[in-house]
T-cell receptor, first 116, second 114 residues
Framework: EPEVTQTPSHQVTQMGQEVILRCVPI?????FYWYRQILGQKVEFLVS????????KSEIFDDQFSVERPDGSNFTLKIRSTKLEDSAMYFC??????????????FGEGSWLTVV | AQSVTQPDIHITVSEGASLELRCNYS??????LFWYVQSPGQGLQLLLK??????LVQGIKGFEAEFKRSQSSFNLRKPSVHWSDAAEYFC????????????FGKGTHLIIQP
């Protein structure tokens, strides 16, 4: 079964440092997403991306965050200057169509970010 | 804004027993509803989804869920659980419309005892 892959699986970074989390969505998918799960809390939507631009973003996705699809296969989440409260599991996801067109949204296994 | 409530943080069930995980949502129109499962160290796997039509939906791994509009509920059920079902279960609601994000509940941790 095709899968979404994420790297790194775990990253520890110093507060104030920039972090880039990488994702390879499923190859024929058109919609890409980032979600976040702070330890012990629920999964939260960050941003969706379609046709090389942001489609939707939540209030969490402030100016510290950016997303990019630098080539035909990768989808990245950049956190410009990390804060302690950015420590979380970050999930990348993709779907062939928009997630409410009946298609399944596939999640990666997550990248665990620890900010110290 | 939509919201999801999963009232049970932890549920313990004996292997072979039936299971029901509760989910209540708040949304003004017809919701798009989902159940995901997260095993330790794994990503989120879609169990089933409701968009329209038959209110009883079948999913993978023997799970089913029933959409009850009058109760704003979308409870997940399985007639006989297996030890491998031990995981975190998340209910989610979507507003619809292409790339809109999902709103997740806080999850229910399912423990299976022998």
């Amino acid at each position: 079964e095709p899968e979404v892959t994420q790297t790194p699986s775990h990253q520890v970074t110093q507060m104030g440092q920039e972090v880039i989390l990488r994702c390879v969505p499923i190859s024929n998918h058109l919609y890409f997403y980032w979600y976040r799960q702070i330890l012990g809390q629920k999964v939260e939507f960050l941003v969706s991306f379609y046709n090389n631009e942001i489609s939707e973003k939540s209030e969490i996705f402030d100016d510290q965050f950016s997303v990019e699809r630098p080539d035909g296969s990768n989808f990245t989440l950049k956190i410009r200057s990390t804060k302690l409260e950015d420590s979380a599991m970050y999930f990348c996801a993709s779907s062939a169509q928009g997630q409410f067109s009946g298609n399944t949204i596939y999640f990666g296994e997550g990248s665990w970010l620890t900010v110290v | 804004a939509q919201s999801v409530t999963q009232p049970d943080i932890h549920i313990t069930v004996s292997e072979g027993a039936s299971l029901e995980l509760r989910c209540n949502y708040s949304y003004g129109a017809t919701p798009y509803l989902f159940w995901y499962v997260q095993s330790p160290g794994q990503g989120l796997q879609l169990l089933l989804k409701y968009f329209s039509g038959d209110t009883l939906v079948q999913g993978i791994k023997g799970f089913e869920a029933e959409f009850k509009r009058s109760q704003s509920s979308f409870n997940l059920r399985k007639p006989s659980v297996h030890w491998s079902d031990a995981a975190e279960y998340f209910c989610a609601v979507g507003a619809g419309g292409g790339a809109d994000g999902l709103t997740f509940g806080k999850g229910t941790h399912l423990i299976i005892q022998p």
